[in-house]
């Protein structure tokens, strides 16, 4: 189903729809650090419009003692009282120059727990390491692809119950699709960037992006069954700058 975002508010804004955006993420030149740069903040909600759609359940073939017969996809998560969506991937495209991508390496750390990934959707910056955990008491396999579930293989570790912690580095830029090969039912998502000026969107569907210096960039939001959008935004000099957005069913 196509799916729209709209602004809350007047704004002077190009909108593009566009399909798969952050499974073709653009490396147009390398990111350069400049600490002089003060910048400003850029901060939101995306909330949800009309009707929400019903959870989908999925039946569990294996290890359905511990797991449940069934599973909720869980992939819509909107609070009731705010309308904010979580778990909504916010980045800033084309920035140049900016703040320091700090800490390098950060540890990200990837639980099997309850037969889900934690977190479903997770983001990171090119060279962190990612900590796979398995939690619960059966086995689980941690599949990562680039791209989509039909990508190329970049990180495929099993985990028996009670093995210790795994730890990859994540070296690709792009969209990292995450499947469990023994419980089909487990997904998650690793959007990989070579900057700073990405977030996931809180339980009450809040975003910040700090320290954006003056110009005008590609916002892109992605989400994983509502889609992927575009907008132009032009950041100045002086800030803060709020950016709201609604995602819902076209029509």
């Given at each position: 189903m196509r799916r729209l975002i709209r602004p809350m508010r007047d704004e002077v804004i190009v909108l593009v729809l566009m399909s798969g955006l952050l499974g073709t993420i653009n490396l147009a030149g390398a990111y350069e650090v400049d600490p002089?740069?003060?910048?400003?903040?850029?901060?939101?909600?995306?909330?949800?419009?009309?009707?929400?759609?019903?959870?989908?359940?999925?039946?569990?073939?294996?290890?359905?003692?511990?797991?449940?017969e069934m599973m909720l996809t869980e992939a819509l998560q909107v609070e009731h009282a705010s309308r904010g969506i979580s778990g909504v991937v916010i980045s800033l495209e084309g920035v140049a120059k900016g703040k320091p991508?700090?800490?390098?390496?950060?540890?990200?750390?990837?639980?099997?727990?309850?037969?889900?990934?934690?977190?479903?959707?997770?983001?990171?910056?090119?060279?962190?390491?990612?900590?796979?955990?398995?939690?619960d008491p059966i086995l689980h396999n941690t599949h990562v692809r680039l791209g989509n579930r039909f990508g190329p293989?970049?990180?495929?570790?099993?985990?028996?119950?009670?093995?210790?912690?795994?730890?990859?580095?994540?070296?690709?830029?792009?969209?990292?699709?995450?499947?469990?090969?023994?419980?089909?039912?487990?997904?998650?998502?690793?959007?990989v960037f070579e900057h700073p000026y990405f977030v996931v969107t809180d339980r009450a569907g809040r975003f910040e992006l700090t320290q954006v210096p003056p110009g005008t960039y590609r916002l892109r939001i992605w989400h994983e069954t509502l889609g992927s959008r575009e907008k132009a935004i032009t950041i100045p000099a002086t800030g803060p700058v709020t950016v709201d957005l609604e995602l819902g069913p076209e029509g």
């Open positions: 002089t740069i003060a910048g400003v903040t850029v901060s939101g909600r995306i909330t949800f419009v009309g009707s929400l759609p019903r959870a989908e359940v999925m039946p569990v073939h294996r290890d359905s003692k511990f797991c449940g991508v700090v800490p390098e390496n950060l540890p990200l750390t990837f639980e099997n727990r309850t037969c889900r990934f934690i977190p479903r959707v997770s983001v990171a910056v090119v060279g962190s390491v990612l900590e796979i955990v398995n939690s293989t970049v990180i495929n570790v099993a985990q028996p119950a009670g093995t210790r912690v795994i730890r990859k580095p994540i070296r690709e830029v792009g969209f990292l699709d995450v499947r469990c090969d023994a419980h089909t039912f487990m997904r998650a998502s690793i959007p």
